[in-house]
């Protein structure tokens, strides 16, 4: 047996990190999984920077942004699998929700329409709402700083944008020291069930195809291990393929119930594992099937066009100076290679392209595989804007209008 | 030189203070990670600020020290990079330090030293107390079925031991574990717990 320590955080998106380690499928590969449960992100972090755990489960843009040295020491990290697909939400208090109008379902579906109400409830208010997001290089950040802007709402300006690590959010949100919060399930649910909140966007609703969460190993440790690594994407990918199947729903919220894992009612986790979401304590509910993906639609492999979207946010926030050099070291953190490389032969079919342009798709579309035709979901953005990594500058042009 | 201490544990952040005040530091400040600590931590302006790993905040500290315009210099994570062995002991402790921009190594190391020899105490203190809760916990388990045999089986305390250690020995556990074994039987076949849950 090789033994592999994972840190990870108490989120719904580390299913299937619980579920190789519960279920068997690590076993089967001959790797003993310890996980290592985290409270927070920079700790993550350090632990994986300074060796104290081989893999992590990390926010995707923090990935990045450790390998262009944005986050304290520099280290070049490699993620060859994608933990998640999308999995977050927007939630607001009630009265922040009740200045922005209409209703919640229509809310949840027209996330331009709401954004430009939010706009014109700023205008009315007497102070900047606050914003709490869970890290300043997690999807969800990059997610409501592309959705405010859209609406012409300055991120950096209109509101204020801060920090909270979220088991935190729905307390925040009821004491009244923050008006709205993004974050992953089952957070925005907890906030719904207390009745601190209301969910007021669904991040597949803002992009139907955005990387959330990634297994993130330093890269050297990586090409060492090459063996050790391909083992283990071969026993993550059979335990994305359980999860991610309805009828096992009910019993992997079950495990990650468990104090060891997100320690919440089952309940409350089924909701994001099965798209079927309640967006207010009175029992408005939609039911989105994107909202999660764990594995089908070729959920956990890095697309490299996805590394470079999170570096052209990076660059459009200023984060990072722009440069060939951090453009190509982005887009190297989304290692293709090794995952078509761990899961050759086996059942998942692999995509025969590295890079795609993000948010042409609009709705279910057949690309070449290794075998045959994989099936890729829709991708848009919920603007209509289209991501060519080819041309990540006159992308960025377009955004700044 | 000042030095925050943010720690979750109000008892282990004395501690630490108590060790920094021993080896000659006078501007200690205490800083529980709650509310709004941030605002706090601005205000005190430190050049060290010795962070609890174990605390959910520290991702809110980061963004702080990333944004905020209080503090008049940068201030990062203190790695030492020629003794990465260092770093690692200090995350396996559960401490991290952050230090203003400019500080010497020489003038920090000795406080992250200290502070993940208190910490590593403090984790050695609360495992025995741990310890002996549960040597004591076990005691009583032993002496409520020992109590439990003489009564039943009108056996003497010793030979209610002897029975016990007895069935512990030939199936291979431990003497607190028989113990408990018997008097979970002993509620079940009572009726007890069908009472304890109808109440």
């Given at each position: 047996m090789t033994p592999i320590r994972i840190a990870f955080l108490p989120l719904t998106d580390c299913a299937?990190?619980?579920?190789?380690?519960?279920?068997?499928?690590?076993?089967?590969?001959?790797?003993?999984?310890?996980?290592?449960?985290?409270?927070?992100?920079?700790?993550?972090?350090?632990?994986?920077?300074?060796?104290?755990?081989?893999?992590?489960?990390?926010?995707?843009?923090?990935?990045?942004?450790?390998?262009?040295?944005?986050?304290?020491?520099?280290?070049p990290l490699a993620a060859p699998f994608k933990l998640s697909l999308n999995?977050?939400?927007?939630?607001?208090?009630?009265?922040?929700?009740?200045?922005?109008?209409?209703?919640?379902?229509?809310?949840?579906?027209?996330?331009?329409?709401?954004?430009?109400?939010?706009?014109?409830?700023?205008?009315?208010?007497?102070?900047?709402?606050?914003?709490?997001?869970?890290h300043r290089f997690s999807s969800h950040a990059l997610m409501l700083r592309?959705?405010?802007?859209?609406?012409?709402?300055?991120?950096?300006?209109?509101?204020?944008?801060?920090?909270?690590?979220?088991?935190?959010?729905?307390?925040?949100?009821?004491?009244g020291e923050i008006d709205g919060f993004s974050a992953g399930e089952p957070w925005n649910s907890t906030a719904v069930e207390t009745g601190a909140g209301e969910i007021v966007a669904l991040g597949c609703r803002i992009w139907e195809s955005g990387p959330e969460k990634v297994l993130a190993m330093r890269e050297d440790w990586a090409e060492a291990n090459a063996e050790t690594v391909d083992r283990l994407l071969r026993a993550l990918d059979e335990a994305a393929s359980?999860?991610?199947?309805?009828?096992?729903?009910?019993?992997?919220?079950?495990?990650?119930?468990?104090?060891?894992?997100?320690?919440?009612p089952a309940e409350l986790i089924e909701r994001g594992l099965s798209g079927r979401i309640k967006l207010t304590s009175d029992g408005n509910e939609v039911e989105a099937d994107n909202f999660l993906l764990l594995h089908r639609r070729a959920a956990n492999f890095p697309w490299r066009s996805q590394a470079l979207w999170i570096y052209s946010q990076l660059v459009r926030w200023g984060f990072v100076e722009p440069s060939n050099q951090a453009q190509?070291?982005?887009?190297?953190?989304?290692?293709?290679?090794?995952?078509?490389?761990?899961?050759?032969?086996?059942?998942?079919?692999?995509?025969?392209?590295?890079?795609?342009?993000?948010?042409?798709?609009?709705?279910?579309?057949g690309v070449a595989s290794d075998k045959g035709t994989l099936t890729l979901g829709p991708d848009r953005f919920f603007d209509?804007?289209?991501?060519?990594?080819?041309?990540?500058?006159?992308?960025?042009?377009?955004?700044?209008? | 030189m000042r030095i925050a201490v943010v720690d979750e544990s109000d008892l282990r952040s004395a501690v630490?203070?108590?060790?920094?005040?021993?080896?000659?530091?006078?501007?200690?400040?205490?800083?529980?990670?709650?509310?709004?600590?941030?605002?706090?931590?601005?205000?005190?302006?430190?050049?060290?600020?010795?962070?609890?790993?174990?605390?959910?905040?520290?991702?809110?500290?980061?963004?702080?020290?990333?944004?905020?315009?209080?503090?008049?210099?940068?201030?990062?994570?203190?790695?030492?990079?020629?003794?990465?062995?260092?770093?690692?002991?200090?995350?396996?402790?559960?401490?991290?330090?952050?230090v203003v921009d400019g500080l010497r190594k020489d003038r920090v190391k000795p406080i992250l030293d200290?502070?993940?020899?208190?910490?590593?105490?403090?984790a050695g203190l609360q495992r025995e107390l741990q310890e002996a809760r549960t040597a004591l916990a076990e005691r009583r388990i032993i002496d409520k079925a020992k109590l439990y045999l003489m009564s039943t089986r009108k056996l003497t305390e010793a030979d209610a031991y002897a029975l016990l250690r007895g069935t512990a020995m030939r199936q291979g556990k431990r003497i607190a574990e028989i113990a408990q074994a018997l008097l979970t039987a002993a509620e079940l076949l009572e009726g007890k717990q069908k009472d304890e849950s109808s109440k």
């Amino acid at each position: 047996m090789t033994p592999i320590r994972i840190a990870f955080l108490p989120l719904t998106d580390c299913a299937i990190l619980a579920a190789a380690k519960e279920l068997g499928f690590a076993d089967k590969h001959g790797l003993a999984l310890e996980l290592v449960r985290d409270v927070s992100w920079a700790t993550i972090r350090d632990r994986l920077v300074y060796r104290q755990v081989e893999c992590a489960h990390l926010l995707a843009p923090l990935a990045v942004a450790v390998t262009l040295g944005l986050s304290q020491a520099p280290a070049p990290l490699a993620a060859p699998f994608k933990l998640s697909l999308n999995g977050n939400a927007i939630a607001f208090s009630r009265s922040l929700a009740e200045a922005v109008g209409g209703t919640p379902g229509n809310r949840v579906r027209q996330p331009g329409r709401t954004a430009q109400r939010l706009a014109d409830a700023l205008r009315r208010l007497d102070r900047k709402p606050v914003l709490a997001v869970v890290h300043r290089f997690s999807s969800h950040a990059l997610m409501l700083r592309y959705w405010l802007s859209y609406a012409g709402i300055d991120p950096d300006e209109d509101v204020e944008l801060r920090v909270l690590p979220p088991p935190f959010m729905a307390t925040a949100l009821a004491a009244g020291e923050i008006d709205g919060f993004s974050a992953g399930e089952p957070w925005n649910s907890t906030a719904v069930e207390t009745g601190a909140g209301e969910i007021v966007a669904l991040g597949c609703r803002i992009w139907e195809s955005g990387p959330e969460k990634v297994l993130a190993m330093r890269e050297d440790w990586a090409e060492a291990n090459a063996e050790t690594v391909d083992r283990l994407l071969r026993a993550l990918d059979e335990a994305a393929s359980w999860c991610d199947s309805p009828e096992n729903h009910p019993k992997l919220a079950q495990l990650l119930s468990d104090e060891a894992y997100v320690g919440q009612p089952a309940e409350l986790i089924e909701r994001g594992l099965s798209g079927r979401i309640k967006l207010t304590s009175d029992g408005n509910e939609v039911e989105a099937d994107n909202f999660l993906l764990l594995h089908r639609r070729a959920a956990n492999f890095p697309w490299r066009s996805q590394a470079l979207w999170i570096y052209s946010q990076l660059v459009r926030w200023g984060f990072v100076e722009p440069s060939n050099q951090a453009q190509t070291a982005a887009s190297g953190v989304f290692r293709s290679d090794i995952y078509r490389r761990a899961l050759a032969g086996g059942r998942t079919p692999l995509p025969g392209a590295s890079l795609k342009v993000e948010g042409s798709l609009g709705a279910e579309h057949g690309v070449a595989s290794d075998k045959g035709t994989l099936t890729l979901g829709p991708d848009r953005f919920f603007d209509g804007l289209v991501f060519d990594p080819a041309h990540v500058g006159e992308y960025l042009t377009q955004l700044a209008r | 030189m000042r030095i925050a201490v943010v720690d979750e544990s109000d008892l282990r952040s004395a501690v630490v203070e108590e060790g920094l005040r021993e080896a000659g530091f006078r501007d200690i400040f205490r800083v529980p990670p709650r509310g709004a600590f941030v605002v706090e931590l601005e205000k005190l302006s430190p050049d060290v600020v010795i962070f609890d790993l174990g605390s959910p905040s520290r991702d809110t500290l980061e963004e702080m020290l990333a944004v905020s315009r209080a503090l008049a210099r940068p201030i990062a994570m203190f790695v030492d990079q020629s003794d990465e062995e260092m770093t690692a002991a200090a995350i396996d402790a559960g401490v991290s330090a952050y230090v203003v921009d400019g500080l010497r190594k020489d003038r920090v190391k000795p406080i992250l030293d200290l502070a993940v020899r208190r910490f590593n105490a403090f984790a050695g203190l609360q495992r025995e107390l741990q310890e002996a809760r549960t040597a004591l916990a076990e005691r009583r388990i032993i002496d409520k079925a020992k109590l439990y045999l003489m009564s039943t089986r009108k056996l003497t305390e010793a030979d209610a031991y002897a029975l016990l250690r007895g069935t512990a020995m030939r199936q291979g556990k431990r003497i607190a574990e028989i113990a408990q074994a018997l008097l979970t039987a002993a509620e079940l076949l009572e009726g007890k717990q069908k009472d304890e849950s109808s109440k």
